[in-house]
């Protein structure tokens, strides 16, 4: 019997055991053409996409359903790959999920992660919210199953009384890739907060976890908001060796009105340098026009990875 037959059939019949599951590592096949590589977020998106918990919708703007968005991005942006945000979601009814996984297959194409947020501190000391946010980042695994997406990006909320925490958010994570791993989707943490989601910090809990089913999500511009160009690359670099099958680009960030900027050129040859083979997810934040900026993130990553 081949591995991959028996491990589907021992988990079918629930004999394997917590550390056999945990032990399991996750089998993605990515493609290796460059445009095949690379993704559209839809938070870039968000002032127009309708959707009762989406706080950013522009109303001046003309709106779009989630369900909308996989056929502009292949229509406008000729890319199959997308990356819905939690938020933008209407609801995670199974009738819902069924609809929007439909509308992903009509337009020829996929999912390639789903950055969510669980609404709890994973590091709060009250155990309670610790398991509302367990509890909620599960409902988004089993989603991302429905979907058909290999991943969710799952984000460290912070506590106003308490500093972020490894051993209390490793204990909470430790759950949620278990969950991830008996579902064979991967559990990411994104380099975002610069306070509770600072990469070293991260990459403390990745390692205090030890389950290859709890991955990094690179961010190329997100640790430069601290205005350390050595700090960002430094995280990046530190990120990318635990990331596995996703990452966000972006040329630039805007923060109070001032802009930061990252060589793009630079950061993919440090995912390189990595060993990476994952997708490269488009997340403008330089500017007004998501379509515009998109296009420009696209054509700059093309490039990159064609050289």
């Known amino acids: 019997m081949h591995r991959r037959s028996f491990l589907q059939t021992a988990l079918a019949a629930g004999v394997i055991g917590k550390r056999s599951l945990m032990a399991a590592e996750p089998h993605l096949q990515f493609p290796a053409e460059p445009r095949a590589r690379l993704g559209v ?5 968000r002032a127009f996409i309708d959707s009762p918990h989406n706080r950013e919708r522009d109303r001046q703007k003309p709106g779009m359903e989630l369900k909308d968005f996989p056929k502009m991005v292949r229509e406008r942006l000729n890319l199959r790959n997308i990356e819905p945000l939690g938020e933008h979601f209407r609801s ?10 439909e509308a992903v297959e009509k337009a020829g194409s ?5 950055p969510v947020s669980v609404h709890a501190s994973l590091y709060d000391p009250d155990a309670s919210k610790r398991q509302l946010g367990i509890d909620n980042s599960k409902k988004w695994v089993d989603a991302a199953v429905m979907l058909g997406s290999p991943s969710i990006r799952v984000h460290i909320q912070g506590s106003r009384s308490f500093e972020p925490d490894v051993e209390r958010t490793a204990e909470s994570l430790r759950t949620v890739a278990a969950h991830g791993a008996a579902k064979n989707i991967l559990v990411n943490l994104e380099n975002d ?13 990745i390692q205090a976890v030890n389950n290859p089913y709890l991955r990094a999500l690179p961010d190329f511009c997100n640790s430069m908001l601290k205005g350390d160009e050595k700090y960002n690359y430094d995280s990046v670099r530190a990120m990318f060796r635990h990331a596995y099958n996703i990452s966000h680009t972006k040329d630039s960030e805007i923060e109070g009105g001032k802009v930061f900027r990252v060589d793009v050129a630079r950061t993919f040859r440090i995912a390189k340098e990595a060993g990476y083979k994952g997708y490269f997810s488009m997340e403008w934040e330089g500017g007004p026009d998501p379509y515009e900026g998109t296009q420009k993130l696209i054509n700059e990553s093309l490039r990159a990875l064609s050289a």
């Open 92 to 101: 995670l009814e199974p009738a819902y999920l069924h609809e929007l996984r």
């Open 41 to 45: 977020a839809s938070y870039p998106f």
């Open 193 to 205: 907060d610069p306070k509770t989601e600072d990469a070293f910090f991260l990459v403390k809990v």
């Open 110 to 114: 996929q999912v390639i992660n789903i």
